[in-house]
């Protein structure tokens, strides 16, 4: 076995499923990035005491915060790299407000063209889509317009404030809009609340486009998320300019949304909503062809 400083960890924050699928796909990938390296999978949130490791992946928000709290209280780990992933952007500022250059993120978040790209070769007649951002996020604001414009399709966005204030938003976007985009912002809607722009948005007949497959199953008419799998494979991918310095690690990544992408469909709503939506495959396909993807 590898001295410890030479290996790269990685930390799950539990056993579930989703991160033991994100930890086998990076494994099977190791071999290609990995430069003889070892990769050592923990226990679930089991991070040893000791010599730290050349760099260390963490699965989930559990993990990453053990990661902070290492960095924080034993001086040998301060400038150990960190690559929390999955986990959405939001998740991950909640967390480590301010991390420093060494501490870096696969992000589950898609990138916004790709959502509008869905929507729009997927329902080519439905332009105006509304989504809810909150009423201080003026850079997410600014992306969604620039996003909206190279896409063609006309954003109907609704602000949110306190709680209280989602309930007002969301009629005023769906008076307007012919399709909804929930994104994952906790800032916006809490899991309670996205069950209320569901069922809000089905009764008014108004499609609605999510970021993971349980509101899909939840009644939203399409999905669009990175697999454990997927982000799995974009850790490793990360890390394989990082990982080619003979010893240690050299230039750490910027933190990414996310590469790959699962395109899902709710057929019992859309069918309920009389939308003649093409298969997965052909959606998938079709977006990967517009990203240059093989």
Known sequence: MQAASDAVWVLPSDASWAYTEAATALQADWRQVGRGRELLILGARELPSG????????????????????????????????????????????VWKRPPAWVSAAYLDQPIERYLALIRRAMPRLTKVGVLVHEDAVSQRQALLKAAQAQGVRLVIGSVGAPETLSAALRS???????????PDSAVADVSALQHMLITAYRQRVPVVSYSPALVKAGAAMGLYASPAQAGRQVAAMLKGP???SSGVSA????????????????QVCRSLGLDVPDVSVLTDALRREEGMR
């Open 51 to 94: 010599t730290p490791p050349a760099a260390l992946v963490t699965l989930g928000a559990a993990a990453l915060r053990l990661a902070m709290e290492r960095a924080s209280a034993q001086a040998d780990w301060a400038r150990v790299p960190v690559l929390g992933a999955l986990l959405p952007r939001d998740g991950f500022a909640a």
């Open 173 to 183: 976007v769906l008076a307007d809009a012919d399709v909804l985009l929930i994104l």
């Open 243 to 245: 990982l080619s310095a």
């Open 252 to 267: 750490w990544p910027a933190a990414r949304l996310a590469d790959g992408f699962t395109v899902a469909l709710n057929e």
